[in-house]
């Protein structure tokens, strides 16, 4: 593959994202969201064959975009100095996740800019990254280019 012989470390972000439901129970969602998870749950029961009412399965709320939120982004990254390669790992977590997500941002326009940023993370393709993609315009904020994935095909990803 051509993108593998463009990839350096220097390019390469790995990062994970810890999420937890959007409010802390079934009951503290908004009715239109309540009618929303009670369809969503309807349908995750019947795919599981479990029969299990809304505010239990709610529990699971957090896997979902939009019912969740993220929390934490932990970034890792590779700089080369005097010759050798440094491993840095910076956080970002709190319970403002538009702030979270604008900082997380910020790292990503200011040292991974282009979309020749190699991405990786454990399941991050098809979790924390359309995670993140879907938080961030739900949240309003700036997605960088390395995450829009708009008109790529997947092995372009």
Known sequence: MDLIKH???????????????????????????QELWTEKSDRL???????????????????Y??????VCISAGFFRKEDDEYHFRVTSYYGDDEKDLLQRFGELLMSHFPSSNTFLCGHNSKE????????????NQV????????????????
Request: hydrophobic share 35%; aromatic share 10%; glycine share 4%.
């Open 142 to 157: 700036e997605l960088p280019e390395c995450l829009d994935v708009s008109g790529r095909k997947p092995w372009e990803t």
């Open 45 to 63: 029961s019947k795919f599981e064959k479990e029969d299990k009412p809304p505010g239990e399965m709610f529990e699971r709320a957090g896997i």
């Open 7 to 33: 990839v350096t470390l220097e390019k390469t972000l790995v990062l994970d994202i810890e999420t937890v439901p959007i409010v802390s129970s079934f009951q503290e969602l908004s009715p239109r969201m």
């Open 65 to 70: 975009s939009e019912f969740g939120k993220i």
């Open 127 to 138: 979790f924390d990254f359309p995670y993140i993609s879907r938080r961030m315009v739900i």
